[in-house]
């Protein structure tokens, strides 16, 4: 019988049968074991995904090894710091993509290159083989701790590009054989070792291609900010809105703010405005833009970056050295870090309209946190390059546009003003300045009851000027005569005839702050340049004032609202009030020392915005909070600056603390004022006015002082009081005036219309309200 034969059974059809041999054995073993490998190379051949191919590259090699575990880190970084960043770690055979990804994230830490055991495959490009990875020196038990899984054999093999770059290392983890962990053999590395070398193409593929899409969106992104930028001129505010919103997914990062330099002041940079969007890719959020603080620490560190015009890039805040950014930049950010826990990466970068010009910086971009925990690369700066240069030109044009809109709406308001105003002409100059003028008690203007009515309009000149005598004023400020006859005539003439907003209203201001500041006793918490400051300003405060308020400049786009966005007539005021003193003839601060002229220039401008109601209502709080708890110092500059507009606003208002007679003659006045404006409203701007503006509301008045007392003046006039007891008079006319608008608010639900008359004794149109005329007239007698 032939060798390598053997006798069959009687029932064999031939008798014979062939055995296979040991090395056929071993070759159809060989050709399954290729099979499989081309087959897990064709797996990944295709796959341009990164997160998905690295998945793949993992569980495969598991396969082919008997590996229970594999990893696959990374190579990120710079040139100077190049470290291995995990990709997937702990794959097993059964692991799921999205619960490995999500892992990878979580669990985020870097590892040095010559680190540990992938650290140096990584920087040595050998492999490494251990039956007990704890034995090794080199192996750091870091993902371990993170993971609750123990290695115990263990081979770790660089992953490199065609150019033999490193672009990774990979890792597989006990061999299970039978169930119990083995050592890894020859083979498994030898099989290892070709599978990544297919790897490595698929991962330069995946990253190349992951590196074109971004560049495509990017250009697109771009190319929508040169649309945006073109498109959107209008204001700053949207330009910014809007160019930060399209470049949020762009920046990649969990902040990103831009902080415009305001171009007005070239002496030293002071940011004009900021936005910010703050990106939560994780949540459900709408990502609004929004207005950055400009006193934040952020803000500090834009600040550094616009006056030093260099990059600023922070990826890892605990190498973070004085000796490589300098002390100015360490004390900044380490104060930063201080006031943010949640700081991990920043990089901020100067915004300029021209590249070669220091002097062109308009701002400063900031990120905020790389998103994935990951640091901001050169690609990321060369990003924010990017996009600060489309940002610099759009915040330099619509700078520009502004500008030019401003500067028009200067010259209609310049316009108005010379075909309106014009200065006091020199023969009423001299006859104001030859004038005997009364003492201060023939004008009573120590008296909380000053009633202005009762004198002629020169007159009214003798008491402004009488204020200035008792106070000393002109000597101690060396203020020439005639000046201040002429800025007295100047000021009243730069007051229109409006009904109430008009040199009246502004003497009878001035005089109630002669009242708190002599009466009151309150001239002992203020120096004479605060005097002087203030009285000026009440003087000041509603030049060329046109019988309308903030919200119909506003409303009507009116070349003043473009001038000026918040307390739109106080800003005005306050320029006309500069523009007087500018004249020579007329400038009563001419003598005062630069510090003191700053000063006193600064005085003014606080107080005369301080009549602004809604920076009342800011302060409001504060000041009635600090009075009841009874801890101020009037001393204190904070503290001072508060009283002053406290007591600006109490001036301000003054006529609803007036005798009856007094208060219900110019409610009048003013009522005739508000509905002018709500006839222009309805009539020009074919809306319907508030209630307080509307003519046909007239007779709600009496509840609406009453709201109006409630609200503002009560409370004002209580806490002054409190603080200063010589004040309680103006407290308890305001709460005798409150009880008779309630009175006369009673009596207008009987069919009162009582301001259709002069006299509040006939207010009565027909004969049926004949019984309230005579109980009216009744009650006022008796008052």
């Not at 998905?52 to 100077?80: H, M, P, Q, W």
């Not at 006039?717 to 103006?730: G, H, I, Q, R, T």
């Amino acid at each position: 019988m032939p060798k390598g034969y053997y006798q069959g059974s009687s029932t064999s059809l031939s008798g014979l049968v062939r055995p296979i041999t040991a090395s056929e054995s071993d070759l159809h073993t060989q050709s399954e074991d290729m099979g499989l490998f081309m087959e897990l190379v064709r797996d990944i051949a295709t796959e341009l995904d990164l997160d998905t191919l690295c998945y793949k590259i993992l569980t495969n090699v598991n396969l082919l090894t008997c590996a229970d575990r594999a990893s696959l880190f990374l190579v990120e970084g710079t040139r100077d710091s190049r470290y291995l960043v995990p990709k997937l770690f702990d794959v097993s055979v059964e692991s799921d993509l999205e619960v490995s990804i999500e892992k990878a994230r979580s669990e985020l830490c870097r590892i040095p290159l010559g680190v540990g055991i992938a650290g140096q495959v990584a920087l040595s490009k050998e492999a490494v083989r251990t039956g007990d990875a704890y034995k090794d020196e080199r192996f750091s038990p870091q993902i371990d701790e993170i993971t609750g899984y123990r290695t115990q054999s263990l081979v770790c093999l660089p992953i490199c590009n065609q150019q033999g770059e490193v672009l990774g290392v990979a890792e597989i983890i006990n061999k299970i054989d039978d169930g119990n962990v083995t050592e890894f053999c020859e083979k498994d590395v030898e099989l290892f070792k070709r599978y990544l070398t297919f790897a490595g193409i698929g991962i330069q593929n995946a990253t190349l291609f992951e590196i074109s899409r971004r560049e495509f969106v990017r250009n697109q992104i771009l190319l929508n900010l040169a649309k945006c930028i073109f498109e959107e001129q209008s204001t700053l505010e949207d330009l910014l809105t809007r160019v930060i919103a399209e470049a949020s997914q762009f920046l990649e990062c969990e902040r990103c703010a831009v902080y415009v330099l305001d171009s007005n002041r070239e002496d030293e940079q002071v940011f004009q405005t900021a936005f910010q969007l703050r990106c939560f890719p994780d949540e459900a959020s709408d990502n609004n833009v929004e207005p950055a603080p400009l006193d934040s620490p952020y803000a500090n560190v834009a600040k550094y970056v616009a006056n030093t015009t260099e990059i600023l890039r922070i990826n890892d805040l605990s190498k973070w050295s004085e000796y490589e950014f300098g002390s100015t930049a360490y004390e900044i950010v380490s104060h930063l870090a201080k006031t943010d826990p949640s700081l991990r990466s920043l990089v901020a970068l100067p915004i300029c309209h021209r590249e070669e010009e220091k002097n062109s910086v308009v701002g400063v971009a900031l990120l905020v946190n790389k998103n994935g925990y990951d640091p901001f690369s050169e690609d990321d700066v060369q990003a924010l390059e990017a996009f600060s240069i489309f940002c610099g030109l759009g915040i330099h044009n619509t700078v520009m546009y502004e500008n030019v809109c401003k500067l028009m709406a200067k010259q209609k308001v310049a316009l108005e003003l010379l075909s309106f105003h014009a200065m006091a002409a020199d023969d009423d100059v001299k006859k104001l300045k030859k004038a005997h003028i009364p003492s201060g008690k023939y004008f009573e203007i120590n008296s909380y009851a000053f009633n202005d009515f009762q004198y002629s309009d020169e007159e009214t000149c003798y008491a402004t000027i009488r204020m200035f005598m008792d106070f000393d004023l002109i000597n101690k400020f060396q203020i020439p005569y005639d000046v201040l006859c002429c800025w007295v005539l100047s000021v009243k003439k730069n007051y229109r005839p409006v009904k109430y907003h008009n040199w009246r209203h502004a003497l009878n201001v001035a005089q109630t702050m002669f009242a708190l500041l002599k009466t009151g006793k309150m001239e002992r918490f203020m120096h004479d340049i605060e005097i002087l400051g203030l009285l000026i300003a009440c003087l000041s405060h509603d030049l060329d004032h046109r019988g309308t308020n903030n919200a119909f400049q506003t409303k009507a786009m009116t070349p003043l609202a473009t001038l000026y966005s918040t307390s739109t007539m106080e800003h005005h005021h306050f320029n006309q009030c500069a523009m007087i003193l500018s004249q020579d003839a007329a400038n009563i601060l001419k003598n005062l020392s630069p510090s003191n002229y700053r000063l006193a220039m600064s005085k003014i401008e606080h107080a005369i915005l301080a009549t602004d109601l809604a920076i009342y209502f800011k302060k409001k709080s504060k000041f009635i909070e600090m009075v009841e708890n009874g801890e101020w110092d009037w001393q204190d500059p904070d503290n001072k600056e508060l009283l002053c507009a406290m007591m600006m606003t109490a001036c301000d208002l003054s006529a609803i603390a007036k005798p009856w007679e007094i208060q219900h003659q110019v409610a009048k006045l003013v009522a005739e004022e508000f509905f002018d404006q709500g006839d222009i409203e309805k009539l020009q701007l074919n809306s319907q006015p508030i209630d307080m503006l509307n003519r046909d509301k007239k007779d709600d008045l009496p509840k609406m002082q009453i709201g109006f007392i409630d609200a503002i003046c009560l409370p004002l006039y209580k806490a002054l009081s409190e603080s200063f007891p010589w004040v309680k008079p103006l407290y308890q006319h305001c709460a005798e005036n409150r009880e008779n608008w309630m009175k006369l608010a009673e009596l207008v639900d009987m069919g009162l219309t009582w301001i259709d008359h002069d006299t509040i004794d006939k207010p009565i149109e027909s004969r049926k309200f004949a019984f309230v005329s005579l109980t009216i007239f009744f009650y006022f007698s008796a008052k």
